[in-house]
């Protein structure tokens, strides 16, 4: 029988904007202590779920301008910049080029690090490859917004596939390509296997994403019930009744 997955401070929440509150206590900020929720607005009620971290994104560069307000009373420690830019609009993506991208960076999202100190993380894309996917368009974004005019303190990518085999290989590949910066994983899901298949993956995913000084952080898409998980059902972390945790849900709160 596999080993429980042990309880990890690198182990977050992506949390969907249309999750109860309710939803929260079916997971433990001391086993689960940060979360996002691709917005720069909190999504948690008061006292819900509040030792835990929240960190704040601009998802796209409509959100862009607002970031300067948001961060007025510099309310976070970490920031994660746009969400899969690399993503054409064809795919259901928000792209931006990364010449556009980094022009919005140097404007609105460099300055709150020397305003507040905070830890900026680089675009989040996708583990699309070729031109102008994935690590190539970061590299292209690199090219335009490199030291001193942008600081980058961590770098968010996401993966979605269907073999732990093909996991691994690209963490290791992205920290081969970018061996200066602690990466997080910000989304990643197995697509195309059984909800059987997907637990058994998961268990084996999270206990090498810990073993692994280079990965900070991590947070599996998603703790949300079938109907928010884009067509991934097999991966959702809440029943469709939001009563409790799926066998998927109970490995990644570290309850089995």
């Not at 998802?59 to 970490?78: I, L």
């Not at 969400?83 to 140097?106: H, M, R, T």
């Not at 583990?127 to 996917?133: A, E, F, K, L």
């Amino acid at each position: 029988m596999s080993a429980i997955a042990s309880n990890s401070t690198k182990r977050g929440l992506c949390w969907p904007w249309n999750n109860p509150a309710s939803s929260f206590k079916l997971f433990s900020p001391s086993a689960i202590p940060w979360l996002y929720n691709w917005e720069l607005w909190d999504p948690r009620a008061s006292g819900v779920y509040a030792p835990a971290e929240y960190v704040p994104m601009c998802r796209t560069q409509k959100e862009v301008s607002q970031v300067p307000g948001y961060f007025s009373n510099c309310y976070a420690k970490n920031f994660l910049g746009f969400n899969e830019p690399d993503l054409p609009a064809a795919y259901g993506g928000d792209y931006i080029s990364p010449f556009d991208a980094s022009v919005l960076w140097k404007q609105y999202i460099q300055p709150i690090k020397l305003k507040c100190g905070t830890a900026l993380g680089a675009p989040g894309v996708t583990n699309g490859v070729g031109s102008g996917w994935g690590t190539d368009w970061l590299r292209q974004f690199f090219s335009h917004c490199n030291f001193p005019s942008c600081t980058f303190d961590f770098l968010p990518i996401h993966w979605y596939g269907n073999s732990v085999s093909q996991f691994k290989a690209h963490i290791i590949n992205v920290h081969s390509l970018f061996p200066n910066y602690p990466l997080w994983i910000t989304e990643f899901q197995f697509t195309d296997v059984s909800s059987t298949v997907t637990a058994g993956y998961v268990r084996e995913t999270l206990q090498w994403l810990d073993a692994q000084p280079y990965v900070a952080r991590y947070s599996m898409f998603g703790p949300m019930n079938s109907p928010n998980m884009a067509g991934i059902l097999n991966g959702a972390m809440v029943t469709d009744d939001l009563s409790q945790l799926t066998e998927v849900g109970k490995i990644y709160a570290g309850l089995a």
